[in-house]
């Protein structure tokens, strides 16, 4: 697609090729800090997916309680899976039952004493394998009821319902996959990224969104299988996979069959000044999880033109972009799963905005030619002025559909007001299907003229990409980070939230989790 | 007002219903209006206030727009008190179920046993036939044939334009069994005066209860024409069959052939 | 612009100018039948420019008056002017003042001794051009204070006003102009164009508009010209020069410095039943007058889609276009005088609508390159749905300034329900401003490829459009008419109204306006 | 209500202000909400009978639309009979011209001696900076540069997500002579809540009185923040240089510095 007879941009293939050769050493460096460290949300997960789920009496969650009481033992490095295992062994008991033990106080995990280093390996591998089973069973499922329904074509229409209240949430995504919506996001309470742990049960009484727990996670595909079995259309169900418990997220997506997820360190670190060593660490085995776990990640890089300007800054998003590729690919997620993210966030009242926001929506589509790019709808210059608001999305729309995108948030004509109502949704997904029938054959119709401003854009983009690339490959992501290189953002390694959780692996670092799901995907161990 | 929300699957109480944004009686309405007061936060009040006045809470004022002048435009949101109870909601509709074309015809055979002459116009100094035309003409909407493709049914449309005496005067000499009448132009309710002149023309040449007369149009309720004293009315998106099965049955209830 | 190179859509030349001979043919058998007739309207109109205004104590206009009287003798074929100059000429009054006495009964206008031909002549022809003279002086006046002010790129953002009473279209207008409207166009009361006279004086209770009067224009005018002394904008004036009264209002529109009119018999034949032989007569005289006073018309070929598929039915629109250039091409209309009139009428739900849209505008924009191409917005398919209107709009303006029309008649998202209100219009406005600003260069950027949908679609509404044509010049435009070629409306020469109006001129037809114009327009005589 | 329209330039009533369409006094208002009831003509009648419930006249709901799952989307006109009176209308105001950033330094040069320290802070969960930022960073806003690139300001921008805590120890350290307070999630009105705990704190430590509080976000009006206990509040489009001024202003009027 890169190649020149094949760009409607007359694109230099060996720009973009340079591009990838820059991103993919910058996530070497960092794959390589990656597997010398490990998180208490790394660990929580391990946890989680040997089947550890509730809380204590004081509404701990009991991954937490394991966790805590090896941190606090200064073992975090060890991993959580050999005692728990070594538990396990010990007592005959599930790891849940182990986990209550300890929470009742009835059980010192620490004090457990480990069987041999074989049998303790041998049982987390088969208790491993049991997880990832599971999640590959939902993996089956999800296949099974797509290929039973309709798809439709891309750009899916993605949705979000931001209530505060599960309840609502499930009455608003079942009416809004009704409507057409392919993807339902369900917007998490606005303090949770902080939060080191996952809150438990079903939210009432959120802010701007409900908490991702697993019972939230069950209450809305429940609802969502019901109407996607009334519709014959598979809704698919989305939520976030970001912040201090990334990886745990994750785990929980992979139980309950969530189809999608926003998963992106890069996010956490700019926009919720989330340490960086520690999200990056999380971010790659809650990757690996939804590799194995069929989702689809979405990336943040639509967020950058929010604090820094999307006419000036459109290279960073597509250089980090390109990192983020890279990363990701390392943790087993194939094209089809990267719904690498970018944004029309231009001012509206720019001339020939809508030609520069064609040629960045064509270059992107270019660049990433299998990927399921996820294109973010204005929101920074929406205003109260809801009708002018319309028009805005219905462009986006146009844009969305003209460069195929892979997965189009809706835009919302009230974004600069409230979380969506339920009407609001409903004019947002009853446009973009006019607008997209409408003008559904335009990307095979229409070229843009050699010479002309559209092709002249991309060019400069891409020449401005290889060099913010090189420039990081040859700082490091973290220093470039430091720097303020995207988003107008300065965030140091050691600053932000989370750091204290990080742990570097000791010698006998044991994560059967993490051993199963390289062998399943195939990953270099 | 008690903004709750549910917290379970609660169901809506039919009997207390208000406006629904995104949690269950939050009440929530979108207005837009214009003032004749010159931009400025002071006009911004007086929107507040005057939303206030329709008995809303919480009017916030999102969006002030100058349209020169000494006018402002606005557009706000709040939350509306009031509720109502859809239980107790009666409204008037045609009765019967649906029919098809050939169901119509042949009931039409059956229990009539000839045509049925209806004349159909577009009165006063409203020129829109679009809408007559898709119920009468060959061509039809929506995929349904017009009236004419019926061999139940001899019709005549005069077009637009046409005076209530000249239909009268032409119902008399073609001996019509149903007048149709569009009205499209609803502006200071002409569409009313006009309606209700024809009705008041029948009556007067003691026609009315001789034939069908139904009207239709864009602003036409079936309610409001059972007011202006017609048998029927049908708004937007109506289909041919639908008005040829209420035509037949009309003629055969009230044993008008 | 319809050589192979210069067209985006690969068009035909040959195709094109077999089109423009068939129509060329049609306007020469229209001319003939038009140059042995006149009108009551017509001498109505004489009158009018010779200086007679007023009305009588039944209200009564005074040119109705005299030409009444002209034809109740039978001796309409005869002219106005004959009878008129004579009274001039015996009593020394000004023709008002003639009027007036006729009115009062005092002057019996075909009992005056007619003086000598020469002398007659010579008279008329004075009186004519002090008319001419004096429309003249209102085209300079507004080349003068168009120079002054600041002009807008095409298209020209075009709204209507249509209150009813003609102190509330003045502040609508007015607003409309600060906001940035180019032409306001002022919508006339339902009932007008089958009138047979002109109402009089100030309009404060019409349905869906107000009359055109010459009091009304004068009033809009006045507003209009204060608003763009204010905003150093020149803001057109528009009004409706169609129906029973066409070259009167044409009159009195050159009188008071109206810069466009809607003005097109076919329209008034079709959508208002007009008699056929009538209104082409009266359509002649009356774009003479607006030739002369710099007017810009408008034509009603965008109708057509309201009766008549515009997916089915585009070729007819585009052959009537020709048709119409050809008829004002002999009144001394010159193209940027030619507001040809067409529309975006599809199903909006009709898959791919919005390149068969793009196809379209394209195409009349190539065949007409150089006229002031007039564009209507979506009408039919506007429905109860604003927010659905408002895009179906947005669309309609992308389309506008993509294919560079001449006037873009702004779409109101509260089409189907009510004539604008003030705030409908601004936000018409401020969206086409938007949308035409974001993305202004389109036209310059964007290829259709050969082969495609689009140029396929246009290849086809040419031939089609040819075969139309010819066929229309076999038939003769009034059988045509009579057929139902056009807006699947039937229309028979001898049907509609006014035909009682038209009478054969007689050997000695005097019409000094005519002549007079006809040699300032450098017309055949 | 009469509607009168005009019959010549007849101005509207300042006294009594109503919506305008397009006729004086016509008091048209645009509506559009959901009904948690399932798409019928009952709905719609629901609809209608709602609008009447605010007082207005002859509603005409023009669109309704499907939502599915029970619920019913309306698009109501209808006439607003209230009006308002809008000479009675008084809206706090920040008073003072403006002023640019020169003659906002030139000020404090002159009457201070100093340079005031500011704090800035996005407060709570809320993690927007955009709007601090335009106000306090180098880059600025509109094209107006951000009180750091001032002389007669020191400035610190804390970010977005900062405890009330730990911004009133920052200012206790930093020794600060305003506190500038961003809030953009209002949901719940959580913005209330975070801003209205500032205030007690700071009033509880005796520090209120020693330094100028203000607050800003894209639902902050002067007059909110009045009620909340700050002493200005600022609101969508609000630039650096009146957000200075008025800080120099209030130093100097109170003799902080
Ligand atoms: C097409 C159209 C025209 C065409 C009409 C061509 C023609 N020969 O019909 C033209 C361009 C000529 C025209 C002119 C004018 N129009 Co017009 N027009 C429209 C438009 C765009 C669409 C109407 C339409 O065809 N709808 C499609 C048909 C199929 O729908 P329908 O009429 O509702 O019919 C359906 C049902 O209602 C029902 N039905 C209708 N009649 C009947 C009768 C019976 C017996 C039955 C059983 C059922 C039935 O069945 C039909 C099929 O389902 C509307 C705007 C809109 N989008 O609604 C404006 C509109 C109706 N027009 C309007 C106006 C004001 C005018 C003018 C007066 C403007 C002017 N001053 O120049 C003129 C003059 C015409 C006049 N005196 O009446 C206004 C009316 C405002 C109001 N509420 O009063 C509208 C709403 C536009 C606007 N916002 O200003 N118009
Ligand atoms: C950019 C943005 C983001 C970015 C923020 C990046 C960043 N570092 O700031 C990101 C993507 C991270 C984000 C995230 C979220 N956001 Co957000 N976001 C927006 C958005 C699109 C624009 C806000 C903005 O930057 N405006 C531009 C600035 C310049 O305007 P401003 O803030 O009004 O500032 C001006 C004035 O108000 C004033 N001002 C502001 N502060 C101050 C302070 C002082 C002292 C003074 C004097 C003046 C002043 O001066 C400024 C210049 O004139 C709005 C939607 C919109 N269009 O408004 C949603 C919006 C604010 N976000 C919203 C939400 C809910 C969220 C999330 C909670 C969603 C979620 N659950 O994931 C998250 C989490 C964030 C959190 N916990 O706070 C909602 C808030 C709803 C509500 N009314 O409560 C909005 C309205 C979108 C929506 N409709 O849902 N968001
Ligand atoms: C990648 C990514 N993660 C997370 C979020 C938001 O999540 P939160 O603010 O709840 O961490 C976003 C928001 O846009 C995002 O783009
Ligand atoms: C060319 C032309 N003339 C006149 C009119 C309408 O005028 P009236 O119905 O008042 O004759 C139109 C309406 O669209 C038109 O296109």
Chains 1, 3 share one sequence.
Not at chain 1, 434 to 463: C, H, Q, W
Request: aromatic content about 6%; hydrophobic content about 45%.
């Amino acid at each position: 697609m890169s190649h020149e007879t094949d760009s409607k941009l007359g694109l230099d293939p060996a720009a973009v090729a340079s591009c990838r050769v820059a991103a993919d050493a910058i996530a070497t460096d960092i794959d390589g800090f990656v597997r010398r460290h490990t998180t208490v949300a790394v660990e929580r997960t391990v946890t989680r997916l040997l089947g550890v789920d509730g809380v204590d009496a004081d509404a701990v969650p009991l991954p937490n309680v394991l966790v805590d009481r090896l941190q606090a033992a200064g073992r975090l490095g060890e991993g959580v899976a050999r005692p728990l295992v070594a538990a396990v062994a010990a007592t005959g008991r599930e790891p849940r039952e182990v986990a209550e033990a300890v929470s009742a106080g009835e059980l010192d995990l620490l004090a457990v004493p480990e069987p041999g280093e074989a049998e303790l390996r041998q049982l987390g591998a088969r208790l491993a394998q049991q997880a990832v089973d599971r999640v590959a069973a939902n993996r089956a499922e999800r296949a099974r009821l797509q290929a039973e329904m309709q798809t439709h074509p891309d750009p899916l229409l993605y949705v979000i319902v931001a209530t505060g209240n599960i309840y609502e949430d499930a009455v608003q995504g079942v009416t809004a996959a009704e409507e057409g919506a392919d993807v339902i996001a369900v917007i998490r309470s606005t303090g949770q990224s902080l939060l080191d742990y996952v809150p438990f049960g079903a939210t009432t009484e959120g802010f701007g969104g409900t908490y991702a727990t697993q019972e939230n996670f069950r209450i809305m595909r429940r609802a969502l299988d019901e109407a996607s079995a009334r519709n014959g259309r598979y809704a698919m169900l989305c939520n976030y996979c970001s912040g201090l418990c990334m990886p745990e997220i994750a785990a929980m997506g992979a139980l309950e069959r969530l189809d999608m997820m926003l998963n992106d360190a890069l996010y956490g670190i700019l926009f919720r000044d989330i340490n960086p060593q520690r999200t990056l660490v999380d971010q790659y085995f809650s990757r690996m999880i939804n590799a194995w776990a069929g989702v689809i990640i979405n990336t943040g890089e639509d967020n950058y033109l929010t604090t820094d300007d999307a006419i000036e800054a459109t290279h960073t998003v597509l250089a980090s972009q390109f990192i983020n590729e890279a990363l990701a690919a390392r943790c087993g997620l194939v094209p089809a799963q990267m719904g690498l993210g970018h944004a029309m966030e231009m001012d509206p009242m720019a001339k020939d905005g809508f030609l520069m926001e064609l040629a960045q929506a064509q270059l992107v589509r270019e660049c990433f030619p299998e990927h399921r790019l996820k294109y973010m709808p204005p929101t920074k210059y929406m205003t109260g002025d809801i009708f002018r608001g319309l028009i805005q999305d219905a462009l986006f729309n146009l844009v969305g559909v003209w460069t195929r995108q892979g997965i189009q948030l809706l835009g919302m004509h009230t974004e600069a007001m409230h979380t969506p109502h339920m009407a609001d949704r409903a004019i947002a997904i009853e446009s973009a299907k006019y607008v997209m029938n409408n003008a559904r054959s335009l990307a095979d119709e229409v070229e843009f003229k050699p010479g002309g401003l559209i092709r002249r854009r991309a060019a400069s983009t891409v020449a401005a990409t290889v060099e913010l690339l090189t420039e990081v490959r040859d700082l490091g992501l973290f220093e470039a980070l430091a720097q303020g290189r995207f988003a107008a953002v300065k965030r140091s390694p050691t600053g932000g939230r989370g750091l204290d959780g990080v742990a570097e692996r000791a010698p006998d670092y044991y994560n059967p989790i993490e051993d199963a799901l390289r062998a399943s995907l195939r990953l270099e161990a | 007002m008690s903004i709750t929300g549910r917290t379970g699957a609660t169901p809506p109480d039919p009997t207390r219903v208000r406006p629904y944004g995104d949690t269950l009686d939050d009440g929530q309405v979108q207005l837009s209006f214009s003032l004749p007061l010159p931009y400025s936060p002071e006009a911004t009040e007086a929107a507040r206030l005057l939303v206030k006045k329709m008995g809303m809470l919480d009017p916030r004022v999102y969006h002030a727009k100058d349209l020169g002048h000494g006018y402002t435009f606005f557009i706000v949101y709040a939350r509306c008190a009031a509720s109502v109870d859809a239980t107790q909601i009666v409204v008037p509709k045609i009765e019967g179920d649906r029919m098809s074309k050939k169901e119509v015809d042949a009931l039409i055979a059956e229990r009539i046993g000839r045509p049925l002459v209806i004349l159909g116009a577009t009165t006063g100094t409203d020129a829109h036939t679009v809408g007559i035309d898709a119920i009468l003409n060959m061509k039809g909407f929506d995929g349904e044939k017009g009236l004419e493709s019926y061999h139940g049914f001899e019709t005549h449309n005069l077009g637009a334009q046409v005076a209530n005496e000249d239909l009268v005067a032409k119902a008399v000499e073609l001996r019509a069994d149903a007048l149709l009448v569009s009205q499209v132009v609803t502006q200071k309710d002409s569409h009313k005066i006009t309606l209700g002149q024809l009705i008041d023309m029948l009556e007067a040449e003691g026609l009315r209860q001789r034939m069908v007369v139904v009207c239709g149009g864009p602003r036409i309720s079936h309610e409001l024409a059972l007011e202006l004293g017609y048998d029927a009315g049908f708004g937007p998106g109506t289909r041919a069959n639908d008005v040829g099965a209420f035509v037949a049955r009309q003629v055969i209830e009230r044993g008008l052939a």
